[in-house]
């Protein structure tokens, strides 16, 4: 990695777009800062500490903290990836957002554009939700219209700037600027958290022998982490695939050996990012409106819902949640990756172009054969998701270790920067043979 880096300065386009993709993240940090027209922020940082972990935590991470300090990019990229998301799925179901995905570059301009439609429409949604949710609960400095609609207007707006910024960071940056702005984010918030695992686990510690131990536990259990989530990002299956022969004039063409590359982790970090969605909506909802601290049936489920009572020794019964939780992440695992991956569609591709895989006939055969194999990989993909998921929720539950960063934030953290490495290195090889060519 430091190496990559190290030949990137010294070109001088690469080095350009690095340099131009750490200002608009210093701009980002800045708008993350900068307090919300009409809200207390104070007010809003007490109520939030007051909620403890009830669902709004990983929203809050994601966020770089926008959302606990109420700045102008509360909002953050979220209405962008729910947008995003949607898209991925309406392209399924209606033919004619299908055809313009096949369409080549027009057709996904054509789709980019109409997420960030989507993307405005969602955030106003949002924007409206949070300003009468806060309005009604007295956490407005005045609750109008006018206060309303400033709201509304400064968070949409903020949104609408950071899909902007993600936009021209994969334009005139180093590229994957939508998942550079997330991680910047929740990167953000790792030294916060750090340092509360210190006060809680060393600072306070009995004796310097328990200090070190718990140092000791604590960076074995990240480090683990991380490199487990590497080898699952990086993990995949090679399909081999064998080209034929053709004649074409008096040149013998074709005969090449490739492959299909499958990756362990074809849904990447999405099943998690809809599992906690699901489950994490009625909890956030209840905390805005100022429900579900009671003692009935309703707040008991939300209770289940939510991930700070998983693993607690003490209430066993919420950790039925984790069960549903994890059901969740690998029937999304599967669902995903059924909506990305068509063997039917590669199958038949191959058979168009005089491939086939050794020992499998072409047509549907090649197919049942990448059914089969993307199925028992998948399994194995969504149980590593589950492993990193759970890891950081159980010593949550067991220890108390109240942080906001957890598996998902790992996964989206080491996914980016490896994906974004690869990238310039791609940028990299291109300019070498440029040079090459010109030369």
């Known amino acids: 990695m430091l190496e990559t880096l190290r030949k990137a300065f010294k070109i001088k386009d690469i080095r350009s777009r690095i340099f131009y993709t750490f200002l608009m993240l210093i701009v980002i940090r800045i708008g993350s800062q900068l307090p919300l027209p009409g809200v207390?922020?104070?007010?809003?940082?007490?109520?939030?500490?007051?909620?403890g972990a009830d669902g709004l935590n990983f929203f809050n991470a994601i966020t770089g903290g926008s959302f606990e300090q109420m700045s102008v990019f509360a909002l953050n990229i979220t209405p962008y990836i729910t947008s995003s998301i949607i898209m991925q799925l309406l392209t399924i179901a209606i033919p004619k957002l299908e055809e313009m995905q096949k369409d080549g570059e027009d057709g996904r301009k054509k789709i980019a554009e109409i997420t960030r439609y989507v993307t405005v429409v969602l955030a106003l949604i949002q924007a409206t939700a949070m300003a009468i949710g806060f309005g009604r609960s007295n956490y407005l400095d005045k609750f109008d219209a006018l206060h309303v609609i400033m709201m509304v207007t400064s968070l949409t707006a903020g949104?609408?700037?950071?899909?902007?910024?993600?936009?021209?960071?994969?334009?005139k940056g180093v590229g994957n600027g939508i998942s550079i702005v997330l991680t910047i984010n929740i990167i953000s918030r790792i030294p916060e958290d750090l340092m509360t695992l210190y006060n809680q686990f060393i600072k306070?510690?009995?004796n310097v022998g328990n200090a070190i131990i718990a140092a000791l536990v604590i960076l074995a259990v990240i480090l683990v982490t991380v490199v487990f989530v590497i080898i699952l990002q990086d993990g995949q299956r090679k399909i081999p695939v064998q080209y034929s022969k053709?004649?074409?004039g008096r040149k013998q063409v074709g005969g090449q050996s490739s492959h299909i590359p499958l990756k362990v982790n074809t849904a990447s970090v999405i099943p998690i990012i809809f599992a906690q969605s699901i489950m994490q909506f009625p909890v956030v909802i209840a905390t805005i409106m100022g429900k579900g601290n009671?003692?009935?049936?309703?707040?008991?489920?939300?209770?289940?819902?939510?991930?700070?009572?998983?693993?607690?020794p003490e209430q066993p019964i919420y950790s039925i949640g984790l069960v549903v939780y994890i059901i969740l992440v690998v029937a999304f695992a599967y669902f995903y990756t059924s909506?990305?991956?068509?063997?039917?569609?590669?199958a038949n591709n191959m058979k168009r172009q005089g491939g086939f895989i050794p020992g499998i006939r072409p047509g549907k055969p090649t197919s049942d054969y990448l059914t089969k194999i993307l199925n028992y990989i998948v399994f194995i993909g969504a149980v590593g998701l589950t492993?990193?998921?759970?890891?950081p929720i159980f010593f949550n539950?067991?220890?108390?270790?109240?942080v906001s960063f957890g598996g998902t934030s790992i996964i989206i953290i080491v996914g980016v920067i490896i994906e974004t490495l690869k990238q310039i290195e791609s940028q990299m090889l291109v300019r070498y043979y440029k040079g090459f060519l010109n030369d």
């Open 294 to 312: 009671g003692t009935g049936i309703g707040s008991k489920i939300l209770h289940g819902l939510s991930q700070s009572y998983w693993c607690d």
């Open 339 to 346: 909506i990305t991956f068509n063997p039917l569609e590669i």
């Open 204 to 206: 306070n510690a009995p």
């Open 397 to 402: 539950g067991i220890f108390n270790a109240n």
């Open 246 to 248: 053709k004649i074409q």
């Open 387 to 391: 492993i990193v998921a759970v890891i």
């Open 159 to 171: 949104s609408a700037v950071l899909m902007w910024i993600g936009e021209r960071i994969t334009e």
């Open 40 to 51: 207390n922020g104070e007010v809003i940082a007490n109520w939030f500490a007051s909620q």
